[in-house]
T-cell receptor, first 115, second 115 residues
Framework: GAVVSQHPSWVICKSGTSVKIECRSL??????MFWYRQFPKQSLMLMAT?????????EQGVEKDKFLINHASLTLSTLTVTSAHPEDSSFYIC???????????FGDGTRLSIL | DQQVKQNSPSLSVQEGRISILNCDYT??????FLWYKKYPAEGPTFLIS?????DKNEDGRFTVFLNKSAKHLSLHIVPSQPGDSAVYFC??????????????FGQGTILTVHP
């Protein structure tokens, strides 16, 4: 079945650092991928829709200048948390699929801890 | 504003018995509902879904029931097996049958099946 690979799985870094998270589709091409975030004891919340070759679409309340999304190829979307602060510590996870009208497949997520 | 709610944080069931996981939603525009299963350190994996035009969908041991008037859905697992122990997320989409990537998730229910 469709596989989504996410890297890294765990990041610990100092406040002010920018962190890049990669999301790759291994056996399909994805014109669209999705980025979610989950804070402790809360649901997965959609942050943005990543569109290959064009700008990402951000959900209300998500700062596009802080969470930079790049989808330069049909198999790779990246999320960069710029100048990360402790309040950005969260679980970030991406999803994608070969067909938009079918359930998407999730990566294994990235646990980000900002000290 | 939690549009999808799973009010039971956890559920414990004996092996062989039925597991019933519940989910309530408030947005009447949701037209497609999904259940995802998540093991520790892994991303959610798609389990079963139901369109709003149906009230039941069955796949092996898993059955999802939808009560639109009550804005309620449930996942039945029978018979339950120890390998079913995981976190179960309810999710909803208002994609009109064309986009299942933009999902609204519940908080999840931890299912433990005892041998």
């Amino acid at each position: 079945g469709a596989v989504v690979s996410q890297h890294p799985s765990w990041v610990i870094c100092k406040s002010g650092t920018s962190v890049k998270i990669e999301c790759r589709s291994l056996d399909f091409q994805a014109t669209t991928m999705f980025w979610y975030r989950q804070f402790p004891k809360q649901s997965l919340m959609l942050m943005a829709t990543s569109n290959e070759g064009s700008k990402a679409t951000y959900e209300q309340g998500v700062e596009k200048d802080k969470f930079l999304i790049n989808h330069a190829s049909l198999t790779l979307s990246t999320l960069t948390v710029t100048s990360a602060h402790p309040e950005d510590s969260s679980f970030y996870i991406c999803s994608g699929g070969p067909y938009s009208n079918q359930p998407q497949h999730f990566g294994d997520g990235t646990r980000l801890s900002i000290l | 504003d939690q549009q999808v709610k799973q009010n039971s944080p956890s559920l414990s069931v004996q092996e062989g018995r039925i597991s019933i996981l519940n989910c309530d939603y408030t947005n009447s525009m949701f037209d497609y509902f999904l259940w995802y299963k998540k093991y520790p350190a892994e991303g959610p994996t798609f389990l079963i879904s139901i369109s709003s035009i149906k009230d039941k969908n069955e796949d092996g041991r898993f059955t999802v029931f939808l009560n639109k008037s009550a804005k309620h859905l449930s996942l039945h697992i029978v018979p339950s097996q120890p390998g079913d122990s995981a976190v179960y997320f309810c999710a909803a989409s208002e994609g009109g049958g064309t986009s299942y990537g933009k999902l609204t998730f519940g908080q999840g229910t931890i299912l433990t099946v005892h041998p």
